[in-house]
């Protein structure tokens, strides 16, 4: 399997967690003799003091001529007063435009591995697992007019109707590798997108007879998303909407630094952890690597195409999340917890041993 990848490592924590996912990758190249190559590319605040732009011109034609983009986390505090078009987040947005991928898919499930960890108690969150489809190139981020004055500012939520046909068949289609169920969230009682949405959905929905389609508002989806998160199979909804409830939906876990995701339907596929630049623990050896670990395992199954070497890698992960090893975002009741590298080195050595051991049984 031969795919040529472009890494972004980008700002604070995401140098730290990128690294690990890329040692489990290149275990594959190792033993496995997968082909995967690597060339990496700055973005956000790192590329906007080597290169005095977010989304630097190198950083964009690397990107669009290779077969996936893995990348960290931007964003900086050294830009928090800066106008949003001159921020390292900026040039997220415009990769996102850029490649083209316009469902955004995050997954988010309870993990018996980690079962201690979420906050919630474990009848209410025991076997959740959750996959968030989110709208990622329309509503507010994108619409047209935006700007503001000293005394007003303004943006625009604008959906089409491709815009929303073209996600929901995305959200439907997962839903049948799943449990056949779409909940359509929006705020249809209050805004004319929603309006569209829902109606869109309904449509979309027809060609879809075996999967059950329910519509909710949003306020209503975050209380349940706390209350009852086993009630949810696919989560379908718009940019911000699934912006805020995939960060939510992080709780099921116990740690934002568990979720991963994946962005398809464009020109290359985009996997990023859910995660930011976590300013406030860069360079402490404190964060959790297991967002942008299984980024790469989305990457091989939706860009490869090999599920059965994502399954392995999330199968790792597992397991040295059961033997204890938990950075301090999952080590709460547990002392200290291990590094980021530690995390990223018991993956490698449990995914090198797992790939020894399927090649000795061949061999018999
Ligand atoms: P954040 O996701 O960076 O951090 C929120 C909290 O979660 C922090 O307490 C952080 O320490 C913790 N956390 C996040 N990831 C973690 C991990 N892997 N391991 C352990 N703990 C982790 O969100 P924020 O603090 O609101 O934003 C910081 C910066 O990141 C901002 O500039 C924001 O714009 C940017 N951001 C970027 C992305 C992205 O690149 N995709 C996503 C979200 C936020
Ligand atoms: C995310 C982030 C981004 C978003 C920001 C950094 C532009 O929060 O990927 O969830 O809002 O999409
Ligand atoms: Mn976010």
């Not at 489990?24 to 990496?40: H, K, M, P, Q, W």
């Not at 996600?167 to 209050?190: G, L, M, P, W, Y």
Request: charged share 25%; aromatic share 4%.
């Amino acid at each position: 399997m031969k795919l040529k990848i472009t890494v972004l490592p980008g700002d604070g924590i995401g140098p730290e967690v990128t690294e690990q996912a890329i040692r489990v990758l290149r275990t594959l190249n190792d033993i496995a003799g997968y082909d995967f190559s690597f060339e990496e590319q700055s973005i956000g605040a790192a590329a906007i003091r080597q290169h005095g732009s977010p989304l630097p011109r190198q950083t964009l034609d690397a990107c669009l001529q290779s077969d996936a983009v893995l990348l960290g986390a931007v964003g900086s505090p050294e830009f928090d007063s800066a106008a949003p078009h001159e921020r390292p987040e900026a040039g997220l947005l415009q990769l996102r435009v850029a490649l083209g991928g316009f469902a955004n898919l995050r997954p988010a499930r309870w993990r018996s591995s980690i079962a201690d960890c979420s906050p919630f108690r474990r009848e209410i969150v025991m076997n959740a697992d959750v996959l968030i489809v989110r709208e990622l190139l329309g509503g507010l981020y994108f619409g047209e007019p935006r700007g503001s004055s000293d005394t007003e500012a303004f943006n625009t939520m604008r959906y089409t109707e491709e815009q929303v046909a073209r996600v929901a068949r995305i959200a439907f289609e997962q839903s049948r590798t799943r449990r056949k169920k779409v909940t359509s969230v929006d705020k249809a009682n209050v805004l004319e997108t929603s309006r569209l949405w829902r109606r869109v959905v309904t449509s979309v929905a027809r060609e879809f007879p075996d999967v059950a389609l329910e519509h909710m508002l949003v306020d209503s989806c975050a209380m349940q998303l706390a209350m009852q998160p086993t009630r949810f199979d696919v989560i379908l909804t718009e940019n911000l909407f699934g912006d805020i409830l995939s960060d939510q939906a992080a709780s099921i876990t116990g740690s934002l630094g568990m979720l991963p995701s994946a962005t398809i339907g464009g020109a290359v596929d985009l996997y990023e952890p859910v995660h930011g630049s976590a300013p406030d623990i860069a360079a402490t050896g404190k964060a959790n690597p297991i967002g942008a670990i299984e980024s790469a395992a989305m990457l091989l199954r939706h860009t490869a195409k090999m599920e059965r070497a994502a399954e392995l890698v999330e199968s790792c992960v597992d397991h040295i999340l059961l033997q204890g090893m938990r950075t301090p975002d999952l080590a709460r009741s547990r002392g200290r917890g291990v590094s980021t590298s530690e995390i990223g080195n018991a993956v490698e050595m449990a995914l090198a041993d797992a790939l020894h051991l399927r090649h000795s049984y061949h061999a018999v």
